[in-house]
């Protein structure tokens, strides 16, 4: 048998098709009422094709940097992550304001991390969401150590205004944000709304 055609009562059909392939195949479906997603972009999934408790291939991003940055002692920098490590959906903008905007509604696993360098005193980590601190973790450095402060959380984005950026701030003499691994920003979608 090469095919199975399911018909639904409105005139729609689904169609399973075997692989030409000497190869065997298997897909289990899970004893639970959900939609059942194989394959597909991050871009073409909805709301509706979520559901309430099965997450699927949701928007995620991870963004790196390739240059050190100046912090300004005593200001909230943007920091410029210029570098897409991935963007499965094209929501975060690596170019100009340095964000990322998904376009799918749900909670979202939010991680920044930045390193500063042989510097002592106080460091922020800070994730905005839409222009504002909305989380932020604090390092004091007592000696001439790297510092490395660091910020996760959950956090709803709406799916089209909402959007999340990463921040630095220091008390001390301005400082350099280094590039090195410790250095990132990333987002993934763990649930939808």
Do not use: C
Not at 32 to 42: D, E, F, L, Q, R
Not at 92 to 116: K, M
């Amino acid at each position: 048998m090469s095919s199975v055609k399911l018909k639904a009562p409105l005139g729609g059909s689904v169609t399973l098709s075997s692989v030409d392939t000497a190869t065997d195949y298997t897909l289990t479906v899970p004893a639970a009422n959900a939609t059942v997603i194989t394959t597909a972009s991050s871009a073409n999934i909805t709301q509706s094709m979520l559901g309430t408790n099965v997450t699927g291939n949701g928007p995620s991003f991870r963004a790196s940097k390739n240059s050190g940055q100046a912090i300004t002692t005593s200001t909230w920098t943007k920091i410029q992550f210029n570098v897409e490590d991935w963007d499965t959906n094209s929501n975060y903008d690596n170019a100009t304001n340095y964000r990322f905007t998904p376009t799918v509604a749900g909670y979202y696993q939010v991680d920044l991390a930045i390193e500063f360098n042989n510097v002592s005193g106080s460091y922020i980590a800070a994730i905005y969401k839409n222009g504002s601190v909305y989380i932020f973790s604090a390092f004091y450095a007592g000696s001439t150590i790297g510092s490395h402060p660091n910020v996760h959380g959950l956090i709803y984005m709406n799916g089209s205004t909402d959007y999340i950026e990463g921040y630095a701030y220091t008390t001390t003499a301005s400082q350099a944000l280094y590039n090195g691994s410790a250095t990132y920003f990333n987002a993934s979608m763990v649930r939808a709304a």
